[in-house]
C-alpha cells in the first residue's frame, strides 16, 4: 500500500522528459476516510476535477505541441494521485512524439484510470478532455456563486480543525442556500506547503449558523492534509453536526506547479459543475 510518505512529495527529483507512466503514484482513500468515519462505500458522490495547465509533447516531426487537459477523477475510486508524480508524469511527455493530440488524450485516460482503480475489482474511465490553443480563449474565469460568508467580522482563534463551530437552527424552518468563501487555506499533509482555496457549500435543511461556519472553515488554515481529504472532512463534520437534508461541497484550489484539484462531494447525485476557474487559479 503506498503511502505519501513514499511519494516524491518533498524530496529532490529527477525529471524525466520521455514518457513513462510508472510514475504515477496512487494513494488508497481508505485511511484517510476512517479518521472521519468512513468504513466502505462512501457517503456521498462527486469526482476531482483536475485542470493540466503545462501539457506539452511533441509532433512525429518534433515540433512542441501543447494543450490544456481537464480531468475527472470520481469519488469512488479506491485512489487518488498524488499531485507531484501527476506533474512528473506530465513532464515526461516533454520529449516524446505522438502522432496527434488524441493519441495523448488515449494515453492519459488509461494510465490515470489504471492508477485511480489499482486494486479495485471493477473497473472504469476517468474523464479527460483536451483542449487547444485555438480554444484558450473560450475558457472563461468565474468566481463560486452563493452569499459571500467573508463579509462577516468575526473573531477566528482556532487553526485546526473545529467541527464544534458548526451549528444550525433545528427548531426553526427549513432553509436551501449557497454560501461561499475564500478563506479557505489547509497545508500539504507531507511538506507543510500551503493550499489556497475557495468553497462553495450549498444544502437544504436546518439554517446553518454562518458566523460559525466561517470559523470552522477558517480552522483548517493549519491543518496538513490533501485538498480531497479536507472536503471530505468539511462535508462529513457538516452532515454530522448540521444534519442538512441535501448537502454539497465544492472546492477549487489555486494552483501548484501546473495542476489544480478542485473536488466536489454531494449528498445527492447531480450534474458536475464545468470546470471553469477562478481568478486567484
Known sequence: MNTPEQSQLGKASAYVDQYDASLLFPIPRAGKRAEIGIAGAPPFFGADLWTAFELSWLNLRGKPQVAIAHITVPCETPNIIESKSFKLYLNSFNNTRFADAAEVQARLRADLSEAVWRGAATTATVGVKMLSPEQ???????????????RLDVECTQYQPAPELLTAAFDEAPVTETLTSHLLKSNCLVTGQPDWGSVQISYSGPQIDQAGLLQYLVSFRNHNEFHEQCVERIFMDITARCRPI????????????????????????????????????
Not at 484558450?136 to 467573508?150: I, M, R, T, W
Not at 454539497?248 to 484550489?253: I, K, Q
Not at 489555486?254 to 470546470?275: M, Q, V
Request: hydrophobic fraction near 30%.
Open 136 to 150: 484558450f480563449d473560450s475558457e472563461p474565469v468565474h468566481e463560486l456563486s452563493g452569499l459571500n460568508l467573508d
Open 246 to 281: 441535501k448537502l454539497t461541497v465544492y472546492a477549487r484550489y489555486t494552483r501548484r506547479g501546473g495542476l489544480d484539484i478542485n473536488p466536489l462531494r454531494t449528498s445527492h447525485p447531480l450534474a458536475l459543475p464545468h470546470n471553469v476557474r477562478t481568478a486567484r487559479q
